[in-house]
């Protein structure tokens, strides 16, 4: 028998790293943060544009050449580690702060809302128990029932049974919520939307073993609230009907005042999924494109969208604390009946998931921040620069704008060009790291989608971009 291989040397064990909590988590804190930011601006400076250039190979073996292994025999240390691994990780992201990074609902996270999401990091309550989240759970339950009132709003007469919210990963989740509390209200209901609804809707109704969603097509791009009446007429048995608010492909809002009178007519339940564009509510210049939305059963808000959030910052909003009462679940050492009873809320009820993050840190910190003003300038300034894009487009003899944005996304290509040709110009600006856009479909043809979520966006940056598609394939600035 081979003898097994002798061990190598180990060095002596010393005291453990330090914590990020308690009175000494701070000074710990500090010296790491210095290196950290440093690492940020380091690979910012050399990745220099909104992506790494060179494709999924570059990125790929640049990672692999600065890590060389992930779990290595003897550690390298707190400083090198968070310099080499930031510092790769920066060179290699694409980056929502960039002008020219405008291809999806991915915002630039705020400073002020990083730094609140790190110092609940380094606090690491989980809201799946009071006594591990004692502040944190009190400030989800008033900012979640504050964001509740402000989305579907209850005549002040109304105080024993008033609007609640739960937080989630994202619109994928509140949305698969919405139809879980529909079925546990109301049996095995039908899903009617538009073939503009979000994919996780009808990906939720197969999860959650529903009948086949019924698809209208929506060739306008919004839900027709006829072609709604005639479906909702001609199907049997409980209906959910989903309407968006800000449509991922092109940011438009179904006509909601007429879907919800058609909803009421045929007594079918209403959720909108206004991931997209449910803050515009704090504009008191936009919210009356939501109007009717207070007429929903359920509704879907993403804050880390139109919103400045890191991710994750999703929310779903009902008219009632009793409509979550379906998510009520009994887990003897979290929740027990005695400690509910003597007074210890019950947090377990709020979600489907048990350990959950403090995402509500860093939205209370931004509302309370900029205040309904601040948020309503930084709306209202990221609508305008979408407007403003589109004024840039429609007035170029060489591009063709597909629509007014909705929101803040503009549909739009350059003018002679094949949906072959649009693809490959694309994925050229993506490998060159040069500019990275969306795509959508729509009216039967190929479009450049530039969807702007950055308030920092300048004349100059939008005229910049479209110099860049100007320049012929493959070609350097």
Aim: hydrophobic content about 40%.
């Amino acid at each position: 028998m081979t003898a097994p291989p002798a061990a190598g040397p180990r060095s002596q064990p010393g005291p453990p790293p330090p914590l990020a909590g308690g009175p000494t988590g701070p000074a710990a804190l500090r010296p790491l943060l210095t290196t950290a930011l440093r690492a940020l601006q380091d690979g910012a400076l050399t990745r220099d544009g909104p992506l790494p250039a060179g494709g999924p190979e570059n990125v790929n073996a640049a990672l692999r050449s600065a890590l060389g292994t992930v779990l290595p025999d003897q550690g390298t240390g707190a400083e090198e580690a968070l310099t080499t691994i930031i510092r790769t990780l920066a060179e290699g992201s694409a980056d929502p702060a960039d002008p020219r990074c405008a291809a999806h609902l991915h915002c630039p996270p705020l400073a002020l809302a990083v730094v609140a999401d790190l110092a609940a990091s380094a606090l690491n309550p989980s809201l799946d128990s009071w006594d591990q989240a004692p502040a944190a759970s009190a400030l989800e339950a008033l900012l979640t029932r504050a964001l509740a009132a402000e989305i579907l709003p209850r005549p002040a007469t109304i105080t024993a049974d008033a609007p609640d919210a739960v937080l989630t990963t994202g619109g994928t989740e509140a949305n698969q919520l919405a139809l879980l509390l529909a079925r546990e209200h109301h049996g095995p209901v039908r899903l009617v939307c538009g073939t503009n609804a979000h994919h996780s809707l009808p990906r939720a109704a197969w999860l959650l073993g529903l009948p086949q969603p019924l698809l209208i097509p929506t060739p306008t791009g919004t839900l027709d609230p006829g072609d709604l009446d005639e479906a909702l007429a001609a199907l049997p048995g409980p209906t959910l009907v989903a309407a968006t608010a800000g449509t991922t492909e092109a940011g438009l809002i179904d006509p909601l005042p007429a879907i919800a009178a058609r909803c009421a007519r045929h007594g079918a339940r209403l959720h909108v999924d206004a991931a997209y564009g449910g803050p515009l509510l704090f504009s008191p210049r936009h919210r009356h494109r939501l109007d009717g939305l207070d007429r929903a059963h359920s509704v879907t808000v993403d804050l880390h969208k139109l919103g400045w959030q890191p991710v994750a910052a999703g929310l779903l909003a009902v008219p009632s604390t009793r409509d979550l009462a379906p998510l009520d679940h009994r887990a003897d050492y979290l929740n027990a009946a005695d400690d509910t009873e003597a007074g210890l809320p019950d947090l377990l009820g709020r979600s489907l998931r048990t350990t959950r993050r403090p995402d509500v840190v860093k939205i209370a910190t931004t509302l309370r921040a900029l205040g309904r003003d601040g948020l309503a300038q930084l709306i209202d300034r990221t609508c305008r620069i979408a407007e403003e894009f589109a004024d840039l487009i429609e007035a170029h003899p060489r591009f063709e704008l597909h629509r007014r944005p909705g929101i803040s996304t503009v549909l739009f290509r350059p003018r002679n060009t094949t949906d072959e040709q649009l693809g490959a110009l694309r994925r050229t600006l993506l490998m060159q790291g040069r500019a990275v856009l969306g795509r959508s479909h729509s009216a039967g043809r190929l479009w450049l989608k530039a969807t702007l979520l950055n308030p920092h966006t300048t004349q100059s940056d939008l005229h910049s971009l479209v110099q860049l598609l100007e320049l012929p394939e493959g070609s350097t600035r």
